[in-house]
């Protein structure tokens, strides 16, 4: 059953701590992405990585940071540093690092009080 | 300081009825055009797709319009169900992928 997995679908946390949420893809794509998506809004990207060990900061970047050590898996971690982090978080993966059809998981709710 | 949140725009349709949604995009060098649908609290989904040398493309119960001269693209539901309800968002594709804001569609029973 090949697809994105998100977990945990609801996440809360204290302000002040650092959180990370994890993406898991097991469809063999090079490229991962994490969007953040407000309500009324558009996706709105936080960084991608289009190969292992390879990661470039997406148009808000600020108070986010990741990792991609494997080609399954792009965790991205909330740190105290960003200053409004309640909001919906999505991964995508696509089969190239070229702009392609991105597959999306089903989110990650986070909730910072 | 903080954007402020915009109001998706809404579209209210009675059920069995034919739904248009529409998606100005905004690089005319794009070549490469998809329809996602995302329902409350889930991730977006494929529905339909369409190259820039196509206008239209037809799938089960969709149609995909597009007009490169206006740069718009219309997603065309037929005989819409309350299963249809959800935000329907575009997203162009050229050098890198640029999603629309979504049109929030609520089916009345």
């Known amino acids: 059953d090949g697809g994105i997995t998100q977990s945990p679908k609801y996440l809360f946390r204290k302000e002040g701590q650092n959180v990370t949420l994890s993406c898991e893809q097991n469809?063999?794509?090079?490229?991962m992405y994490w969007y953040r998506q407000d309500p009324g809004q558009g996706l709105r990207l936080i960084y991608y990585s289009q190969i292992v060990n390879d990661f470039q900061k997406g148009d808000i970047a600020e108070g986010y940071s990741v990792s991609r050590e494997k080609k399954e898996s792009f965790p991205l971690t909330v740190t105290s540093a960003q200053k409004n982090p309640t909001a919906f978080y999505l991964c995508a993966s696509s089969i190239t690092g070229a702009a392609s059809e991105q597959y999306f998981g089903p989110g990650t709710r986070l909730t910072v009080t | 300081g903080e954007s402020v949140g915009l109001h998706l725009p809404t579209l209210s349709v009675q059920e069995g009825d034919n739904s248009i949604i529409n998606c100005a995009y905004s690089n005319s060098a794009s070549d490469y055009f998809i329809w996602y649908k995302q329902e409350s609290g889930k991730g977006p989904q494929f529905i339909i797709d369409?190259?820039?040398?196509?206008d239209k493309r037809q799938g089960q119960r969709v149609t995909v319009l597009l007009n490169k001269t206006v740069k718009h693209l219309s997603l065309q539901i037929a005989a819409t169900q309350p299963g249809d309800s959800a935000v329907y968002f575009c997203a162009e594709i050229y050098d890198k992928v640029i999603f629309g804001p979504g049109t929030s569609l609520s089916v009345i029973p």
């Open positions: 469809l063999n794509h090079d490229a």
């Open positions: 369409i190259r820039s040398n196509m």
